[in-house]
């Protein structure tokens, strides 16, 4: 960030006027409607809802500080009043974005305010710029562009990995490099090339980034504020049509789509019988990582270079998720919405699964790893490329009605998205030979046959796959455009019966997380408070000298004799209950977890992967 003093965001105190401003438009108005979906507005507006005035009084809620930030623009810098924001990155890595419900001084309204880090790129357009294109082809349902600018601080940070060590040059022959000195001012002064000397691959690269604010009219509810399954896919639905717009009017892909990106706007439309009613439309946000829509065969550009991934983790499409740098394709959007529909159906719907968490889980946070890179967890993997829901505690899983019966049109829309995304990821499989269906089936345990069913395929031998007809996937290229799914919506939410009260609030939040006593360590606890005054008194014992090879081999074999070997009904008793959902019944089976490991006169290992400590390397 540069030296200078900091000007665009000013600290307010309780004597100056913008102060009491904040403080007088944040009261209740008997003016403000209810955000409630069919809530009838008087006269012509311009209206503000409730939750919008609600907001900004919580963002000064006490002694929370207020500021007044300013955003340059061709006609002069405007001003914003600002409290807490409503959306706060944390953490030392990614672009510090932040978001406040903002009081605007010079229109006198409320406006939603983007505070932002974003690289500098000539390839890379300001998001301002992407949503004032799209509202000249008249794309549907995206938030309306007010003002935008860049401040004058700048960043130059690493995209995914840390900087390269200080190149040192190689002393005369003759001469050896000076050991123990500190490197001092005057030498980063002296070599400035050295402080940032990056590998050229690709892999470690810099971006600067500029302060950068974006201000939008649209003041937003959180997708999870939607109250039935029917309102949820209708929310989607419009978020799709936004998609479509930007697609075949502005030629231009969202590459992120996500929860946090699909927001409910609450509008105010006259309705066919005269009255102006409350109606919740859904509204596809962040256009930042928007980008045209690439050629098959695309040129390094400044743009390609800088990114970092396609979308976010848990709603991008398996196939970015192993291959981050392939182009984005519509299909791949449209699973990302597919993976929003699911992800809020299984955390607030009802539905017969024995564990919500452990299915969310499996399907949006687990990862594998390929000994490069992670990719797409199997569980994500099985349901999208084998077209069914994968079981949690061994049974599978579907959304109920009110009477609790299967007959959610839910369970419609997702298993027809599943058959298509089956015949998808069928035809692009096909074109790699090591993921065809036909290798898969011939797959034995014998380590030769297998080696000689590779050879045969690698050499393009009778057993090698052909890529399969139209006729043979005729679902192949349905998800090529916005048609046949939005085709599906309209027919589900017009002809369905839907249920009315089948939202129960957030599952996840409501397991409970039970560890088995062998993995809770507060009894350790409780054992070392009863002893701690015993042990004061007794003096420490001397350390231990260190074993000889024989006697260490020796001591070995009496522990691993000393080790008790349990039987199979003990290890089954051992299998403690971990997770408990609330709320879906005494009949559900929850899931056993294996036991900790146990061993013999040595140490256990910690496997590669995801740990409570942090640390992915093999300890023993």
Same mark, same amino acid.
């Given at each position: 960030?540069?030296?200078?003093?900091?000007?665009?965001?000013?600290?307010?105190?309780?004597?100056?006027?913008?102060?009491?401003?904040?403080?007088?438009?944040?009261?209740?108005?008997?003016?403000?409607?209810?955000?409630?979906?069919?809530?009838?507005?008087?006269?012509?507006?311009?209206?503000?809802?409730?939750?919008?005035?609600?907001?900004?009084?919580?963002?000064?809620?006490?002694?929370?500080?207020?500021?007044?930030?300013?955003?340059?623009?061709?006609?002069?810098?405007?001003?914003?009043?600002?409290?807490?924001?409503?959306?706060?990155?944390?953490?030392?890595?990614?672009?510090?974005?932040?978001?406040?419900?903002?009081?605007?001084?010079?229109?006198?309204?409320?406006?939603?305010?983007?505070?932002?880090?974003?690289?500098?790129?000539?390839? %890379?357009? @300001?998001?301002?710029?992407?949503? $004032?294109?799209?509202?000249?082809? =008249? &794309?549907?349902?995206? #938030? /309306?562009? *007010?003002?935008?600018?860049?401040?004058?601080?700048?960043?130059?940070?690493?995209?995914?990995?840390?900087?390269?060590?200080?190149?040192?040059?190689?002393?005369?022959?003759?001469?050896?490099?000076?050991?123990?000195?500190?490197?001092?001012?005057?030498?980063?002064?002296?070599?400035?090339?050295?402080?940032?000397?990056?590998?050229?691959?690709?892999?470690?690269?810099?971006?600067?980034?500029?302060?950068?604010?974006?201000?939008?009219?649209?003041?937003?509810?959180?997708?999870?504020?939607?109250?039935?399954?029917?309102?949820?896919?209708?929310?989607?639905?419009?978020?799709?049509?936004?998609?479509?717009?930007? %697609?075949? @009017?502005?030629?231009?892909?969202? $590459?992120?789509?996500?929860?946090? =990106? &699909?927001?409910?706007? #609450? /509008?105010? *439309?006259?309705?066919?019988?005269?009255?102006?009613?409350?109606?919740?439309?859904?509204?596809?946000?962040?256009?930042?990582?928007?980008?045209?829509?690439?050629?098959?065969?695309?040129?390094?550009?400044?743009?390609?270079?800088?990114?970092?991934?396609?979308?976010?983790?848990?709603?991008?499409?398996?196939?970015?998720?192993?291959?981050?740098?392939?182009?984005?394709?519509?299909?791949?959007?449209?699973?990302?919405?597919?993976?929003?529909?699911?992800?809020?159906?299984?955390?607030?719907?009802?539905?017969?699964?024995?564990?919500?968490?452990?299915?969310?889980?499996?399907?949006?946070?687990?990862?594998?790893?390929?000994?490069?890179?992670?990719?797409?967890?199997?569980?994500?993997?099985?349901?999208?490329?084998?077209?069914?829901?994968?079981? *949690?505690?061994?049974?599978?899983?579907?959304?109920?009605?009110?009477?609790?019966?299967?007959?959610?049109?839910?369970?419609?829309?997702?298993?027809?998205?599943?058959?298509?995304?089956?015949?998808?990821?069928?035809?692009?499989?096909?074109?790699?030979?090591?993921?065809?269906?036909?290798?898969?089936?011939?797959?034995?345990?014998?380590?030769?046959?297998?080696?000689?069913?590779?050879?045969?395929?690698?050499?393009?031998?009778?057993?090698?796959?052909?890529?399969?007809?139209?006729?043979?996937?005729?679902?192949?290229?349905?998800?090529?455009?916005?048609?046949?799914?939005?085709?599906?919506?309209?027919?589900?939410?017009?002809?369905?019966?839907?249920?009315?009260?089948?939202?129960?609030?957030?599952?996840?939040?409501?397991?409970?997380?039970?560890?088995?006593?062998?993995?809770?360590?507060?009894?350790?606890?409780?054992?070392?408070?009863?002893?701690?005054?015993?042990?004061?008194?007794?003096?420490?014992?001397?350390?231990?000298?260190?074993?000889?090879?024989?006697?260490?081999?020796?001591?070995?074999?009496?522990?691993?004799?000393?080790?008790?070997?349990?039987?199979?009904?003990?290890?089954?008793?051992?299998?403690?209950?971990?997770?408990?959902?609330?709320?879906?019944?005494?009949?559900?089976?929850?899931?056993?977890?294996?036991?900790?490991?146990?061993?013999?006169?040595?140490?256990?290992?910690?496997?590669?992967?995801?740990?409570?400590?942090?640390?992915?390397?093999?300890?023993?």
């Amino acid at each position: 960030m540069s030296n200078s003093l900091e000007t665009s965001a000013v600290a307010l105190s309780s004597q100056d006027p913008h102060y009491d401003l904040m403080t007088a438009v944040s009261q209740p108005c008997a003016t403000d409607i209810s955000e409630v979906e069919g809530t009838v507005a008087e006269g012509e507006g311009p209206y503000i809802f409730q939750y919008v005035r609600r907001s900004f009084s919580d963002s000064i809620k006490g002694d929370t500080p207020r500021y007044r930030l300013t955003v340059p623009t061709a006609d002069g810098d405007r001003q914003f009043l600002v409290g807490k924001p409503l959306i706060d990155t944390l953490g030392v890595t990614g672009r510090a974005t932040r978001g406040f419900v903002a009081w605007d001084v010079a229109g006198e309204r409320f406006v939603s305010l983007k505070d932002a880090w974003r690289p500098t790129c000539e390839d %890379v357009h @300001k998001e301002g710029k992407t949503l $004032r294109d799209m509202k000249e082809q =008249n &794309v549907r349902n995206i #938030p /309306t562009y *007010v003002c935008d600018g860049e401040l004058q601080h700048h960043s130059t940070t690493p995209t995914n990995a840390r900087m390269a060590a200080p190149a040192q040059a190689d002393a005369p022959k003759g001469q050896t490099k000076p050991k123990g000195r500190k490197r001092t001012r005057d030498d980063t002064a002296q070599a400035p090339s050295q402080t940032r000397s990056l590998p050229q691959n690709g892999k470690h690269t810099a971006r600067p980034l500029r302060h950068y604010r974006l201000v939008i009219q649209e003041v937003c509810l959180s997708l999870t504020e939607f109250k039935t399954g029917e309102q949820l896919l209708s929310l989607v639905r419009d978020c799709i049509h936004a998609h479509q717009d930007a %697609v075949t @009017k502005c030629n231009v892909h969202h $590459r992120n789509i996500s929860a946090g =990106n &699909v927001l409910i706007c #609450p /509008t105010v *439309v006259l309705c066919p019988d005269g009255k102006r009613r409350v109606v919740w439309k859904g509204i596809l946000t962040d256009w930042e990582m928007s980008e045209p829509i690439e050629d098959p065969e695309p040129q390094p550009t400044a743009r390609q270079r800088n990114r970092t991934a396609n979308g976010t983790w848990q709603f991008a499409a398996v196939r970015l998720l192993d291959k981050p740098s392939a182009p984005v394709t519509t299909a791949d959007e449209l699973e990302s919405f597919f993976h929003i529909v699911l992800y809020n159906a299984l955390r607030y719907l009802r539905s017969n699964c024995s564990s919500v968490s452990c299915a969310m889980y499996e399907l949006f946070e687990n990862y594998d790893s390929n000994g490069v890179g992670y990719r797409c967890s199997l569980g994500r993997r099985i349901t999208i490329q084998h077209g069914k829901l994968v079981e *949690v505690c061994g049974s599978s899983y579907h959304f109920l009605d009110d009477d609790g019966l299967g007959r959610h049109p839910i369970n419609c829309f997702i298993h027809i998205m599943l058959a298509w995304f089956r015949a998808r990821y069928a035809k692009l499989n096909a074109l790699d030979p090591a993921m065809s269906p036909t290798l898969i089936e011939q797959w034995t345990g014998n380590i030769k046959d297998n080696l000689a069913l590779l050879r045969s395929v690698k050499a393009g031998g009778a057993k090698a796959w052909q890529p399969p007809s139209q006729a043979e996937h005729p679902d192949a290229t349905k998800l090529d455009t916005h048609d046949m799914i939005l085709q599906l919506l309209d027919t589900l939410l017009d002809r369905a019966e839907w249920p009315k009260d089948d939202k129960l609030g957030d599952l996840l939040e409501q397991s409970r997380l039970a560890l088995p006593h062998s993995m809770d360590t507060s009894w350790l606890q409780a054992e070392d408070a009863d002893t701690e005054d015993e042990d004061s008194d007794e003096e420490r014992p001397e350390p231990k000298r260190r074993r000889s090879r024989k006697n260490a081999a020796a001591q070995t074999r009496e522990s691993r004799k000393a080790v008790p070997v349990m039987s199979e009904e003990e290890e089954d008793a051992d299998q403690v209950l971990v997770v408990v959902p609330v709320g879906l019944g005494e009949d559900s089976q929850p899931p056993k977890f294996p036991p900790p490991p146990r061993t013999r006169g040595r140490r256990p290992t910690r496997p590669f992967g995801r740990n409570p400590g942090g640390c992915s390397r093999r300890r023993t």
